[in-house]
């Protein structure tokens, strides 16, 4: 039987590769193809000698650093599924992942290893617990550094767990999407393809690694094609502009591009070396787009995924890149637009994005019915994104379906009035959410960033100028200004906080607005 294992694909990728370059990490320290085999094996035997067998949950909540990424590889060489949490979570947080997910190994930070060990106690789990720190410390480094540098991959089918991702639970409790190797794989080997890598390719890599973009759709294409990653800990702005005249792939979340051309030094000299820049995670502002293509002579290739699914649609490498879409559904990743009773829509309507394809992850863990729900009756996973396909077989994202908003019977796509409360002069971006409403249920409610450096804008002019472009039923009823949207790691607007926020002032619970 041949190994489904998707390090096995990897290690064939490595062996050609061996004396490239993979990482090379701030500020000089480097290493091989070869090196990280060597290490990934040397990680992989401690874990076996921990007592951890495939299968057995392993919990990462560790800065982001070249033994993370090896930490990542020897749980998918091993058998183990690997389970990464956002650095963000904090104690209490980790009760409910740690209590779902039975880890047989949690790796920590050492800071928070006093913490975890009290909570693995109390929570009367049977999990060991070692640490790990930014600069590759730690009781887990130190085993590393006894154990042997082989290790054999351990054999998996492609129906096997790689990997639980947590969504990030914005509607009710965070679930395990649970993805297989046959998961990571098929959207790996798609992804180097659709976009072209090659061994030459220089990948900066400024992501965090708790989520699918950075863990899977960066280092998997680096590992499949033996290309180098630049790897930083952290995005930074300004190191970034210099360190794109050694890269050629920069992957980013629209923020880091927002970031970027904020800096005076993101010239065409600068990106001299670069051949594609990709963003994805969050819709990337129509304006940042154009403003970057204006500026660097690059266009950004925006994408689509999910943790459920990994990636999804892309715009082309070759042919035209659209802003505001998402492209075309991946090679081998069956993309429709549907309404409410899972009908397929034509092009140009507006409905639910459902998906099908070997990306598509194996359910929830622990939770069948959550899975049955997300399931149609004929199979295909319902993405809770809403889409429209044009003409031309782009797609465009228009909202989360928890995020439409129903007003008075009628249904008001946030995204629509956004993109007309942005096209005012004054206004750097907005956020459209529903507020429960004692008439209407839902009152669309802006909240709105201006540019400092322009004139103030009016409650009452934003509403009319939006009156002036769209029906009155989707005009905001208020309208509120703050300095700036609250986002989480890969960029998101959080609107669950939104409403939260605008649910609790007292002039959204009476009914004269
Ligand atoms: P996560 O599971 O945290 O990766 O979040 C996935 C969600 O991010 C998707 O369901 C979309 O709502 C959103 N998303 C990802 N990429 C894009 C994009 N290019 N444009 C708009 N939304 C996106």
């Known amino acids: ?25 701030d500020p000089v320290q480097s290493c091989t193809y070869s090196e990280l085999d060597r290490e990934t094996a040397r990680c992989a035997a401690t874990l076996h000698n921990f007592g951890l067998r495939p299968g057995d949950r392993v919990a990462v909540q560790v800065e982001k650093s070249p033994q993370s990424l090896f930490l990542y590889l020897a749980c998918l060489r091993a058998g183990l599924v690997y389970l990464p949490l956002n650095t963000a979570y904090q104690l209490a947080e980790l009760t409910y992942f740690l209590s779902d997910a039975e880890p047989a190994l949690v790796v920590c930070s050492p800071s928070a290893e006093a913490g975890v060990r009290e909570l693995v106690r109390t929570s009367r789990l049977r999990a060991q617990v070692a640490t790990l720190d930014e600069s590759g410390g730690g009781s887990l480094s130190e085993a590393v550094r006894e154990a042997s540098g082989e290790f054999t991959t351990v054999t998996m089918s492609p129906d096997q767990l790689a990997v639980i991702i947590y969504t990030s639970g914005t509607t009710g409790r965070s679930k395990g999407a649970m993805l297989t190797h046959r998961n990571l794989l098929s959207n790996a080997t798609v992804l180097v393809d659709t976009w072209g890598f090659t061994s030459q390719d220089v990948l900066l890599h400024a992501l965090p690694v708790f989520h699918v973009h950075g863990l899977f759709v960066a280092n998997h294409c680096a590992l499949l094609s033996g290309a180098k990653l630049l790897w930083k800990a952290k995005f930074d702005a300004k190191a970034t502009v210099s360190d794109l005249q050694r890269a050629t792939v920069m992957m980013g979340v ?18 001299a070396s670069m051949r594609l820049f990709i963003s994805g995670s969050a819709p990337l502002p129509l304006d940042i787009f154009c403003d970057f293509q204006a500026r660097t002579g690059h266009t950004i290739l925006e994408r689509y995924g999910m943790s459920e699914a990994g990636m999804i649609t892309s715009n082309p490498l070759n042919g035209e890149r659209r802003g505001g879409t998402v492209g075309f559904p991946l090679r081998a990743v069956s993309v429709r637009v549907a309404d409410q009773q899972d009908h397929p829509l034509p092009a140009g309507e507006t409905g639910g994005i459902q998906i099908q394809g070997d990306n598509v992850f194996a359910g929830y863990w622990r939770n069948r019915s959550k899975t049955r729900e997300e399931f149609t009756a004929d199979g295909w996973f319902r993405t809770g994104d809403v889409g429209i396909f044009d003409g031309d077989g782009y797609l465009s994202i228009v909202g989360r379906v928890k995020d439409l908003i129903i007003t008075g019977g009628y249904n008001v796509y946030p995204k629509e009035v956004e993109l007309v409360i942005d096209a005012m002069p004054g206004v750097l971006e907005s956020a459209v959410v529903g507020v429960p409403h004692p008439d209407f249920g839902e009152a669309v409610t802006a909240v709105v960033v201006l540019d400092r450096d322009c004139e103030p804008l009016s409650e009452s002019a934003v509403i009319g100028h939006v009156k002036r472009h769209l029906a009155n039923y989707k005009a905001p009823k208020r309208v509120h200004f703050l300095s700036d949207l609250p986002r989480n790691a890969m960029g998101k607007v959080q609107k669950s906080l939104l409403r939260q926020r605008l649910a609790a002032q007292p002039e959204h619970r009476s009914s004269n607005y």
Do not use: D, H, K, W
Request: proline share 7%; glycine share 2%; hydrophobic share 45%.
């Open 1 to 25: 039987m041949s190994n489904a294992n998707a390090y096995a694909a990897f290690e064939r990728s490595i062996a050609i590769n061996a004396a490239r370059p993979a990482l090379e990490v």
């Open 254 to 271: 629209p923020t880091y591009y927002t970031r970027l051309l904020a800096e005076p030094g993101l010239t065409r000299e600068a990106c």
